[in-house]
């Protein structure tokens, strides 16, 4: 008797369905679900909006007038723009200032990327490893830097590497030796930017390469190690490999950022012979709010934008697969 009732109801329902559809397929034929449909559409323009006023403002606009500023000369007290064609590209170019710049930020990138790849590498290995205990909490402490502000880095590694009271220079004394003004030494003055960049950002990629590396099939490397793989072997043939896509994105991001070093270079050391450790966007800041030309400073930031671009397209196009004329990729000599 119950199941009869079930089933009852499940005709019912089921009827009403029918008829359901039948009315709202009329409606949309005779037009009648077209206006709720524009009632729903002005909604959702509204939901959207935001973003949207949010974007041109403080987005779009921006990019706009500093490509406009970029053709003019702009006094600061007035606002007033002067059109001087591309006089302020034709400085940049013609400044050895930024090319120094250019080198400086790239010399400070590769001291810092290395490293910091190499450690985020390693220490993923390890965590990923089963065995390990308190993996998860020595990932959480080795991500806990990025979450500290740019600033209080900058400042921190500044009193720590200080001459002649830095924390650092007090261990040196300690052993019996002098210590080192770092500030002073263009070279020094730049690995310690370095390794506070490093310092900032390794646990960050040990996150992603973590990622990677227990993405990878475990019957993979168990049929490895059947066959009689090293460890060595299993890393540099097997892991690598599968972690391309994921090491290929850490290196344009790395490239992107390294690029637009700023806080560590303006806030850990003051002043360094030789202007050792401007980047091209200390090059930039310095241009704007410390001479107040605005109109150069545009173009120096078109002339970041582009080599940033240029860079990141050439990373990509040496990190791409070759392929053969068929579109599979190309087997090296060694491999089957």
Not at 76 to 81: E, Y
Not at 293 to 321: D, H, N, P
């Amino acid at each position: 008797m119950h199941n009869k009732k079930t089933r009852d109801s499940y005709k019912i329902s089921e009827i009403k369905w029918i008829k359901y559809t039948k009315k709202l397929n009329y409606g949309l034929k005779e037009g009648g679900a077209n206006v709720n449909s524009k009632k729903r559409s002005k909604y959702a323009y509204l939901y959207i909006a935001p973003f949207f006023i949010v974007f041109l403002v403080f987005s779009l606009f921006p990019i706009l007038y500093s490509f406009v500023l970029s053709f003019c000369d702009m006094d600061a007290l007035s606002g007033r723009l002067s059109y001087i064609g591309l006089r302020n590209y034709q400085r940049m170019i013609e400044s050895g200032y930024f090319f120094q710049s250019i080198g400086n930020t790239v010399l400070i990138w590769i001291m810092s990327i290395i490293p910091q790849l190499t450690i985020a590498f390693i220490l993923a290995l390890i965590l990923s490893n089963k065995w390990f205990r308190g993996r998860f909490l020595l990932r959480n402490i080795y991500y806990f830097p990025n979450l500290v502000t740019p600033v209080t880095i900058g400042l921190l590694f500044g009193a720590m590497f200080s001459y002649p009271g830095g924390a650092i220079n007090n261990i040196i004394s300690a052993l019996g030796l002098e210590a080192v003004d770092f500030q002073n030494n263009q070279m020094l003055a730049r690995v310690v930017i370095a390794i506070a960049i490093c310092w900032k950002n390794f646990g960050f990629n040990i996150i992603y390469f973590t990622a990677g590396i227990n993405s990878i099939s475990e019957d993979v490397l168990e049929a490895a190690q059947v066959d009689g793989a090293s460890n060595w072997q299993k890393t540099t043939k097997i892991t690598l490999p599968l972690m391309r896509p994921i090491l290929i994105y850490v290196l344009v991001t790395s490239i992107i950022g390294g690029l637009q070093i700023f806080d560590e270079s303006h806030l850990v050391f003051k002043s360094v012979p030789g202007d050792a450790t401007v980047t091209m966007v200390k090059y930039l800041y310095d241009s704007a709010f410390m001479r107040f030309q605005f109109g150069y400073a545009a173009a120096v930031a078109y002339g970041i934008f582009v080599i940033i671009a240029i860079a990141s397209l050439f990373s990509l196009l040496v990190t791409r697969e070759k392929k053969d004329d068929y579109g599979k990729k190309k087997v090296g000599k060694g491999e089957s």
